[in-house]
Protein backbone atom coordinates (compact mmCIF):
# COMPACT_ATOMS: atom_id res chain seq x y z
CA UNK A 1 0.00 0.00 0.00
CA UNK A 2 2.80 2.44 0.88
CA UNK A 3 4.69 1.94 -2.10
CA UNK A 4 1.52 2.45 -4.29
CA UNK A 5 1.26 5.54 -2.50
CA UNK A 6 4.85 6.67 -3.38
CA UNK A 7 3.97 5.98 -7.05
CA UNK A 8 0.97 8.11 -7.10
CA UNK A 9 2.41 11.17 -5.34
CA UNK A 10 4.90 11.68 -7.78
CA UNK A 11 3.86 15.35 -8.43
CA UNK A 12 1.73 16.91 -10.22
CA UNK A 13 2.25 19.15 -13.87
CA UNK A 14 0.96 23.08 -13.90
CA UNK A 15 0.03 24.21 -17.04
CA UNK A 16 -0.33 27.65 -17.80
CA UNK A 17 -3.92 28.60 -18.81
CA UNK A 18 -3.25 30.97 -21.27
CA UNK A 19 -1.34 28.31 -23.44
CA UNK A 20 -4.51 25.91 -22.65
CA UNK A 21 -6.83 28.73 -23.79
CA UNK A 22 -4.79 29.79 -27.02
CA UNK A 23 -2.44 26.87 -28.04
CA UNK A 24 -4.21 26.51 -31.03
CA UNK A 25 -3.96 30.07 -32.23
CA UNK A 26 -0.44 29.36 -31.95
CA UNK A 27 -0.65 27.08 -34.39
CA UNK A 28 0.39 24.06 -31.63
CA UNK A 29 -1.86 20.85 -32.65
CA UNK A 30 -3.70 18.62 -29.44
CA UNK A 31 -0.45 16.34 -30.39
CA UNK A 32 1.88 18.47 -29.96
CA UNK A 33 0.63 20.43 -26.72
CA UNK A 34 0.35 16.93 -25.64
CA UNK A 35 4.19 16.10 -26.13
CA UNK A 36 5.03 19.55 -24.28
CA UNK A 37 3.01 18.38 -21.23
CA UNK A 38 4.29 15.07 -21.28
CA UNK A 39 8.07 16.69 -21.69
CA UNK A 40 7.64 19.65 -19.29
CA UNK A 41 7.57 18.27 -16.13
CA UNK A 42 9.23 20.27 -13.85
CA UNK A 43 10.51 22.83 -15.99
CA UNK A 44 8.59 25.79 -17.43
CA UNK A 45 10.67 27.49 -20.57
CA UNK A 46 13.69 25.63 -20.80
CA UNK A 47 13.38 21.50 -21.20
CA UNK A 48 16.45 19.02 -21.77
CA UNK A 49 16.20 16.59 -24.61
CA UNK A 50 13.48 14.02 -23.46
CA UNK A 51 13.62 10.50 -24.28
CA UNK A 52 11.98 9.37 -27.19
CA UNK A 53 11.57 5.89 -26.33
CA UNK A 54 9.70 6.91 -23.35
CA UNK A 55 7.44 9.34 -25.51
CA UNK A 56 6.84 6.60 -27.67
CA UNK A 57 5.44 4.17 -24.88
CA UNK A 58 3.89 6.92 -23.51
CA UNK A 59 1.68 8.21 -26.71
CA UNK A 60 1.41 4.89 -28.84
CA UNK A 61 3.21 7.73 -31.91
CA UNK A 62 5.89 6.20 -33.67
CA UNK A 63 9.23 7.58 -33.62
CA UNK A 64 8.71 8.91 -36.44
CA UNK A 65 6.06 10.94 -35.16
CA UNK A 66 7.81 12.07 -32.36
CA UNK A 67 10.36 13.21 -34.28
CA UNK A 68 7.70 15.58 -36.99
CA UNK A 69 6.14 16.49 -33.59
CA UNK A 70 9.44 18.32 -32.58
CA UNK A 71 10.13 19.56 -36.16
CA UNK A 72 6.52 21.04 -36.19
CA UNK A 73 7.33 23.28 -32.79
CA UNK A 74 10.44 24.52 -34.36
CA UNK A 75 8.52 25.19 -37.67
CA UNK A 76 6.42 27.18 -35.95
CA UNK A 77 8.76 29.33 -33.80
CA UNK A 78 7.08 27.52 -30.67
CA UNK A 79 10.30 26.23 -29.75
CA UNK A 80 13.95 26.43 -30.80
CA UNK A 81 17.30 24.29 -30.02
CA UNK A 82 19.73 25.67 -27.16
CA UNK A 83 21.92 24.33 -25.03
CA UNK A 84 21.77 23.95 -20.86
CA UNK A 85 24.41 23.23 -18.03
CA UNK A 86 23.45 19.91 -15.90
CA UNK A 87 27.01 19.51 -13.35
CA UNK A 88 29.91 19.76 -15.80
CA UNK A 89 28.04 18.82 -19.31
CA UNK A 90 26.61 20.90 -21.69
CA UNK A 91 23.24 19.34 -23.11
CA UNK A 92 20.73 20.16 -25.61
CA UNK A 93 17.61 21.45 -24.79
CA UNK A 94 14.28 22.65 -26.16
CA UNK A 95 14.13 26.41 -25.57
CA UNK A 96 9.92 27.13 -25.10
CA UNK A 97 10.04 30.98 -24.45
CA UNK A 98 9.57 31.71 -27.81
CA UNK A 99 5.94 30.06 -27.57
CA UNK A 100 4.86 32.01 -24.25
CA UNK A 101 6.38 35.52 -26.41
CA UNK A 102 3.63 34.49 -28.52
CA UNK A 103 1.14 34.15 -25.78
CA UNK A 104 1.70 37.47 -24.38
CA UNK A 105 1.96 39.01 -27.76
CA UNK A 106 -1.24 37.78 -28.77
CA UNK A 107 -3.25 38.18 -25.47
CA UNK A 108 -1.89 42.12 -25.89
CA UNK A 109 -3.35 42.32 -28.77
CA UNK A 110 -6.28 40.53 -27.57
CA UNK A 111 -6.93 43.25 -24.70
CA UNK A 112 -6.00 46.67 -26.64
CA UNK A 113 -8.40 45.75 -29.93
CA UNK A 114 -12.12 45.70 -30.03
CA UNK A 115 -13.72 42.85 -29.96
CA UNK A 116 -14.15 42.56 -33.89
CA UNK A 117 -10.58 42.72 -34.71
CA UNK A 118 -9.50 40.33 -32.74
CA UNK A 119 -10.48 37.62 -34.93
CA UNK A 120 -8.56 39.23 -37.74
CA UNK A 121 -5.10 39.78 -35.75
CA UNK A 122 -5.90 36.07 -34.89
CA UNK A 123 -5.95 35.38 -38.43
CA UNK A 124 -2.41 37.57 -39.02
CA UNK A 125 -0.57 35.37 -36.56
CA UNK A 126 -2.09 31.88 -38.33
CA UNK A 127 -0.87 33.34 -41.90
CA UNK A 128 2.50 34.24 -40.95
CA UNK A 129 2.57 30.90 -39.62
CA UNK A 130 1.48 29.47 -42.76
CA UNK A 131 3.93 31.13 -44.74
CA UNK A 132 6.90 30.07 -42.46
CA UNK A 133 5.14 26.66 -42.73
CA UNK A 134 5.32 27.02 -46.76
CA UNK A 135 8.60 28.41 -47.02
CA UNK A 136 10.17 25.11 -44.81
CA UNK A 137 8.39 22.57 -46.85
CA UNK A 138 9.30 24.10 -50.27
CA UNK A 139 12.87 24.30 -49.27
CA UNK A 140 12.52 20.47 -48.09
CA UNK A 141 10.89 19.42 -51.29
CA UNK A 142 13.37 21.25 -53.23
CA UNK A 143 16.47 19.71 -51.05
CA UNK A 144 14.97 16.31 -51.37
CA UNK A 145 15.34 15.78 -47.62
CA UNK A 146 14.62 17.07 -43.97
CA UNK A 147 15.48 20.11 -42.80
CA UNK A 148 17.59 20.07 -39.09
CA UNK A 149 16.20 21.95 -36.52
CA UNK A 150 19.72 24.12 -37.14
CA UNK A 151 18.50 24.93 -40.70
CA UNK A 152 14.79 25.92 -39.51
CA UNK A 153 16.35 28.28 -37.27
CA UNK A 154 18.56 29.87 -40.05
CA UNK A 155 15.59 30.54 -42.62
CA UNK A 156 13.47 31.79 -39.43
CA UNK A 157 16.30 34.44 -38.87
CA UNK A 158 16.16 35.14 -42.86
CA UNK A 159 12.61 36.12 -42.11
CA UNK A 160 12.85 38.01 -38.39
CA UNK A 161 16.24 38.73 -38.42
CA UNK A 162 17.51 40.02 -41.69
CA UNK A 163 13.54 40.21 -42.63
CA UNK A 164 13.91 39.23 -46.57
CA UNK A 165 10.59 37.98 -47.56
CA UNK A 166 9.10 34.89 -48.07
CA UNK A 167 9.29 35.70 -51.56
CA UNK A 168 13.03 36.94 -51.96
CA UNK A 169 14.11 33.60 -50.00
CA UNK A 170 12.11 31.65 -52.47
CA UNK A 171 14.33 33.41 -55.80
CA UNK A 172 17.63 32.49 -54.06
CA UNK A 173 16.65 28.54 -53.53
CA UNK A 174 15.58 28.72 -56.90
CA UNK A 175 19.43 30.01 -57.72
CA UNK A 176 20.64 27.58 -55.97
CA UNK A 177 18.81 24.80 -57.69
CA UNK A 178 19.01 26.02 -60.90
CA UNK A 179 22.96 25.65 -59.92
CA UNK A 180 22.46 21.96 -57.83
CA UNK A 181 23.72 23.43 -54.97
CA UNK A 182 21.48 22.05 -52.17
CA UNK A 183 22.69 23.95 -48.91
CA UNK A 184 21.59 26.79 -46.81
CA UNK A 185 24.63 28.61 -46.63
CA UNK A 186 24.86 29.16 -50.83
CA UNK A 187 21.17 30.26 -50.32
CA UNK A 188 22.14 32.78 -47.44
CA UNK A 189 25.77 33.63 -50.02
CA UNK A 190 22.99 34.77 -52.78
CA UNK A 191 21.08 36.68 -50.57
CA UNK A 192 23.99 38.62 -49.38
CA UNK A 193 25.08 39.31 -52.69
CA UNK A 194 21.80 40.94 -53.60
CA UNK A 195 22.21 43.38 -50.38
CA UNK A 196 25.74 44.50 -51.61
CA UNK A 197 24.12 45.28 -54.81
CA UNK A 198 21.60 47.37 -52.93
CA UNK A 199 18.40 45.08 -54.61
CA UNK A 200 15.40 44.89 -52.22
CA UNK A 201 12.36 44.35 -54.00
CA UNK A 202 11.78 40.97 -55.68
CA UNK A 203 10.94 43.13 -58.98
CA UNK A 204 14.46 44.31 -58.62
CA UNK A 205 16.18 41.00 -58.21
CA UNK A 206 13.91 39.32 -61.14
CA UNK A 207 15.21 42.04 -63.62
CA UNK A 208 18.88 41.81 -62.08
CA UNK A 209 18.56 37.92 -62.82
CA UNK A 210 16.87 38.71 -66.24
CA UNK A 211 19.50 41.18 -67.41
CA UNK A 212 22.20 38.58 -65.98
CA UNK A 213 20.95 35.55 -68.07
CA UNK A 214 20.83 38.03 -71.30
CA UNK A 215 24.07 39.01 -70.60
CA UNK A 216 27.42 37.29 -71.87
CA UNK A 217 29.00 34.96 -69.54
CA UNK A 218 32.19 36.04 -69.51
CA UNK A 219 30.18 39.68 -67.50
CA UNK A 220 27.56 38.28 -65.56
CA UNK A 221 24.99 40.75 -67.01
CA UNK A 222 24.03 42.92 -70.01
CA UNK A 223 24.49 46.62 -69.82
CA UNK A 224 22.05 47.12 -72.04
CA UNK A 225 18.10 48.43 -71.10
CA UNK A 226 19.34 48.01 -67.74
CA UNK A 227 18.90 51.42 -65.83
CA UNK A 228 20.35 50.57 -62.62
CA UNK A 229 23.70 50.92 -60.79
CA UNK A 230 27.25 48.87 -62.14
CA UNK A 231 27.14 45.33 -61.49
CA UNK A 232 29.74 43.59 -61.43
CA UNK A 233 29.99 39.56 -61.54
CA UNK A 234 30.05 38.02 -58.64
CA UNK A 235 31.03 33.67 -58.51
CA UNK A 236 29.42 32.23 -56.01
CA UNK A 237 31.02 29.12 -56.69
CA UNK A 238 34.07 30.13 -55.08
Same mark, same amino acid.
Given at each position: =???????????????????????????????????????? !??????????????????????????????????????????????????????? /??????????????? @????????????????????? !???? /?? @????? /???????????????????????????????????????????? =????????????????????????????????????????????????????
Amino acid at each position: =MIVALKTFFQGSTNINNLLLLNYSELGLSNEELLIYILIK !RDNELVVPMPNVERLVSQTGFSKDKIYQLFHSLIEHKNAVITTVKRGKDQLDAYD /FSPMYQKIMNLVSHQ @DTLPDDQTDTTVKQVATVNYD !RSNL /FT @DVERE /FGRTLSPIEMETISGWLDIDHYSVEVIMLALKEAVLNQVYNLKY =MDRIMLNWDKLNLKSVTQIQNYLNNRESGSSQTGHNDQNYAGPEIPFIDLNK
